[in-house]
């Protein structure tokens, strides 16, 4: 945005992959969009300066320094997500954040333990479906004594950190979020890997998996639910669980707006 507004002229990285991983893309920055934008652009490592180019093309080292660079972030991707699978499936919890109702391991690295506070919690969410209860009704029970929401109950136990950055006591408990916490098969002492992964390489976007693709790891962990009550839980979801009556319509903006 600087560099458009014109605030900023000159670009500086380590090497052109610090700029961007896809080497079309790249191209098109140095012999488009910079000089469009009258931008000076410096790779240190690579010992580029777009000064050295003007009113010429970059010249093919330079297109074969960026085939290379993302044919090593492809090779290194894919050796990443080989060695996350591996620790999947041998049980070691690769998340960021613990789920609701653990916490990690004070002693031993890759492990979850129940965080009894917000078990208890979970606890009572999973005995009330097992009493007939819907996840609105659940969500409203929660909210009426005033229990912490999963992303308000991170933030009271982690206030430094940006995730949930709109958790407050006024969202309260949402059924989504009730639903979300009794369709959760950690709560079983399993470890379940796999159920998203990243759409391409040049994107953040994760795409779900179909469930048979999904790494799971029995044992993982204490559980917080029995197998038995959680698939009797999943069962009377499936009983409740009604098609919309609703017709489909398709709108002709969707996706654009």
């Known amino acids: 945005q600087e560099l458009r507004s014109g605030a900023v002229n000159v670009l500086i990285t380590k090497d052109f992959s610090r700029c961007h991983r896809d080497y079309t893309q790249m191209g098109n920055y140095l012999e488009c969009v910079f000089p469009f934008l009258n931008v000076r652009y410096i ?42 699978i591996i620790m999947m499936k041998q049980g070691k919890y690769i998340g960021s954040f613990a789920p609701y109702g653990f916490q990690f391991h004070p002693t031993i690295r890759n492990r979850l333990a129940i965080d009894e506070e917000s078990a208890a919690v979970v606890r009572r969410i999973f005995a009330a479906a097992l009493d007939g209860m819907g996840g609105l009704s659940i969500a409203r029970m929660l909210n009426d004594e005033k229990i912490p929401s999963p992303g308000e109950y991170f ?103």
Not at 45 to 72: A, F, H, P, Q, W
Not at 180 to 201: C, D, M, P
């Open 155 to 257: 933030r009271m136990k982690h206030p430094g950190s940006n995730r949930f950055p709109k958790a407050s006591g006024k969202n309260g408990w949402l059924p989504g979020a009730v639903l979300s916490i009794l369709h959760q098969y950690e709560y079983t002492g399993a470890i379940v890997g796999g159920k998203r992964v990243k759409a391409s390489l040049h994107e953040k976007r994760t795409v779900a998996q179909d469930t048979s693709d999904w790494i799971i790891f029995e044992n993982a962990h204490d559980a917080i639910i029995s197998k038995e009550d959680f698939d009797r839980v999943q069962e009377i979801i499936r009983q409740h669980s009604r098609p919309s009556r609703g017709q489909a319509h398709e709108y002709p903006l969707k996706g654009i707006l």
């Open 43 to 84: 790779s240190i490592n690579d010992g580029y300066d777009s000064d050295d180019y003007k009113g010429t093309t970059s010249g093919m080292d330079v297109v074969l320094r960026n085939i290379i660079y993302e044919s090593y972030s492809k090779d290194l991707s894919i050796k990443t997500r080989t060695a996350k």
